[in-house]
């Protein structure tokens, strides 16, 4: 009796978002042009013409004729160079999800954007989406004061149940994101611009993995995207795209927060922004935004009003703070919003360093102002 012919095991076909997340790895393939290439075509067939070196023509649109040709080659060879099933193999491994736009586990509230992702990346649990958004934005180069109010409103709105979405950058998106996550209330939400193996900043490694742990990450960027400055404008339409409102804490008149801003308003969401001292240059473009009419975000109260939600008690000064005694409130009467030589006060004081060290040392235990390096700025409220 002849032995059963054995049949070779063959390999299971790759699933078409495999192709996706390999055409999105591909230098100077952003959103657009991966939805150009996704337009009429399978991300397989895609992947096949760019490896021939054929690329239609719409990929070209404002591109000189001269650098055509440059950047065809230079997507045929990392085609050529990168093996979709291995890197499809990666993310599995890694534990990052993966949807494509149009298919069924694609979040809804980016596939009725005008200006969605082709493909999503995520760490953490999706479902974390559900419910109410608010994003939190700002500056990187944010003072104490933007820090402190981001906190306090990542920390109050996390409270009541609204989920904060931010971008996990330093300055205020960092402050928000900690202030939610010390509230231990509804998950946190970040988008990023970069893969998800590329911590960036990396001083926020020990906060993406406390995200992870408690809400979700999302990138439109796979492994091994670094964070290219081209990739957070994209990026911002999309914390655009999740929030219900923007409260903008503390930005110049320009950078990516006041194009997050811009992004909001034209998805018709309400856009607040946070009072700034007018003579702080990180205070120009939340200060006009509020002369341009978007409503202003004093506390938590105020955007959960906006969001047609019941307003949570406002946290009085007197409440959290110890009062000064009358010789410290003389100096703190002295100390401006954003932080000023410690020699500005002296003067304005007219106190020796002794006598206002004694004061400056009384009003930081109590709360009332930071010092860093000869340098001190007020971040309590009125005392009086």
């Given at each position: 009796?002849?032995?059963?012919?054995?049949?070779?095991l063959l390999?299971?076909p790759?699933?078409?978002a495999?192709?996706?997340?390999?055409?999105?790895?591909?230098p100077q393939?952003g959103p657009?042009r991966?939805?150009?290439?996704?337009?009429?075509r399978?991300a397989a067939?895609?992947?096949?013409?760019?490896?021939?070196g054929?690329?239609?023509?719409a990929?070209?649109?404002?591109?000189p004729d001269?650098?055509r040709?440059?950047?065809v080659?230079?997507?045929?060879?990392?085609?050529?160079?990168?093996?979709p099933a291995?890197f499809?193999?990666?993310h599995?491994?890694?534990?990052?999800g993966?949807?494509?736009?149009?298919?069924?586990?694609?979040?809804?509230?980016f596939?009725?954007d005008?200006?969605p992702p082709?493909?999503?990346?995520?760490?953490?649990?999706l479902?974390?989406?559900a419910?109410?958004?608010?994003a939190i934005v700002g500056t990187?180069?944010?003072?104490?004061?933007?820090r402190?109010?981001?906190?306090s409103?990542?920390?109050?709105l996390?409270?009541?149940?609204v989920a904060?979405?931010s971008?996990l950058?330093?300055?205020?998106?960092g402050a928000?994101?900690a202030g939610?996550?010390e509230a231990?209330g509804?998950?946190?939400i970040?988008?990023?611009?970069?893969g998800?193996?590329?911590i960036?900043?990396?001083?926020?490694?020990?906060?993406?993995?406390?995200?992870?742990?408690?809400g979700?990450?999302?990138s439109e960027?796979?492994?091994g995207?670094p964070?290219?400055a081209?990739q957070?404008?994209a990026?911002?339409?999309?914390i655009a795209?999740?929030?219900?409102?923007?409260?903008?804490v503390?930005?110049q008149?320009?950078?990516?927060?006041?194009?997050?801003a811009?992004?909001?308003?034209?998805r018709?969401?309400v856009?607040?922004?946070?009072?700034?001292?007018?003579?702080?240059?990180?205070?120009?473009?939340t200060?006009q935004l509020l002369?341009?009419g978007c409503?202003p975000?004093?506390?938590?109260?105020d955007v959960?009003v906006?969001?047609?939600?019941?307003?949570v008690?406002r946290?009085?000064?007197?409440e959290?703070r110890r009062a000064p005694?009358?010789?410290?409130s003389?100096?703190?009467?002295?100390i401006?919003?954003?932080?000023?030589?410690?020699?500005?006060?002296?003067?304005?004081t007219?106190?020796?360093?002794g006598?206002?060290?004694?004061?400056?040392?009384e009003?930081?235990?109590?709360?009332?102002?930071?010092?860093?390096?000869?340098w001190?700025?007020?971040?309590g409220?009125?005392h009086?």
């Open positions: 009796m002849d032995p059963p012919s054995m049949t070779p390999p299971a790759l699933p078409d495999a192709h996706v997340v390999a055409l999105a790895r591909l393939i657009a991966l939805r150009t290439l996704l337009a009429d399978s067939e895609a992947w096949s013409q760019l490896c021939a054929r690329v239609p023509e990929m070209f649109d404002r591109v001269q650098q040709h440059r950047l080659d230079g997507w045929r060879r990392a085609a050529l160079a990168l093996d291995a499809w193999r990666a599995v491994e890694a534990g990052i993966v949807a494509v736009f149009g298919t069924p586990a694609f979040p809804e509230v596939a009725t005008d200006d082709m493909v999503l990346f995520w760490k953490g649990d479902d974390h989406l419910g109410v958004r608010a990187r180069r944010a003072s104490r004061y933007g402190d109010v981001a906190f409103l990542g920390r109050d996390a409270e009541a149940g904060v979405v971008g950058a330093l300055g205020i998106d928000a994101h939610s996550l231990e509804a998950p946190p970040a988008v990023v611009g970069s998800l193996d590329r960036y900043p990396r001083a926020h490694a020990a906060l993406w993995g406390q995200v992870v742990e408690r979700v990450i999302l960027y796979p492994l995207a964070a290219a081209w957070f404008p990026r911002n339409r999309l795209a999740l929030a219900d409102v923007v409260v903008v503390e930005s008149h320009t950078g990516g927060a006041m194009g997050t811009v992004e909001a308003a034209r018709a969401r856009v607040m922004a946070v009072p700034g001292p007018v003579t702080a240059a990180s205070s120009d473009g200060n002369v341009d409503a975000a004093r506390d938590a109260a959960l906006a969001l047609g939600r019941d307003a008690p946290r009085r000064a007197a959290t005694s009358v010789d410290a003389v100096v703190l009467d002295q401006p919003w954003q932080a000023a030589p410690i020699e500005q006060v002296m003067l304005a007219g106190l020796d360093l006598a206002l060290a004694v004061r400056l040392e009003l930081e235990r109590s709360g009332w102002i930071a010092q860093r390096a000869g001190v700025e007020r971040i409220r009125s009086t």
